[in-house]
């Protein structure tokens, strides 16, 4: 069963829904309730994340950065990284090449 287009529960307070990705690139929406956290980890994809509502604070190879609605940030690859959503959020995130741990 495809969970493109579906809403799912990534960790507590957190819902994505991955879109219909391209060839070599693709989007997800991520939910975020007050306070819940992102946990750290690295992929091999590079990643953007715009900050549709609220404001999120990333930690990236151990460098913290707030980012509010309308800003973006990027995260290279291997980067760990984690957030904490600072105030209730969503992001759109970006990933290139496609992550396909996300699709199955």
């Not at 879109?19 to 929406?29: A, D, S, V």
């Not at 007050?34 to 690295?42: F, I, L, P, R």
């Not at 151990?62 to 992001?91: C, D, F, M, R």
Request: glycine share 10%; net charge negative; hydrophobic share 35%.
């Amino acid at each position: 069963m495809s969970k493109i287009g579906q809403w799912e529960y990534a960790e507590p307070g957190v819902r994505r829904k991955v879109f219909q990705p391209g060839t070599g690139l693709m989007m997800m929406e991520v939910q975020f309730e007050k306070g819940a956290e992102g946990y750290e980890h690295s992929h091999i994809h590079e990643q953007m994340s715009y900050c549709i509502k609220g404001k999120i604070a990333f930690r990236i190879a151990g460098k913290e950065t707030i980012i509010s609605e309308g800003e973006t940030i990027y995260i290279p690859s291997n980067a760990k990284h984690g957030v904490t959503a600072l105030e209730e959020s969503t992001l759109l995130d970006t990933f290139t090449p496609i992550r396909e741990d996300l699709l199955k």
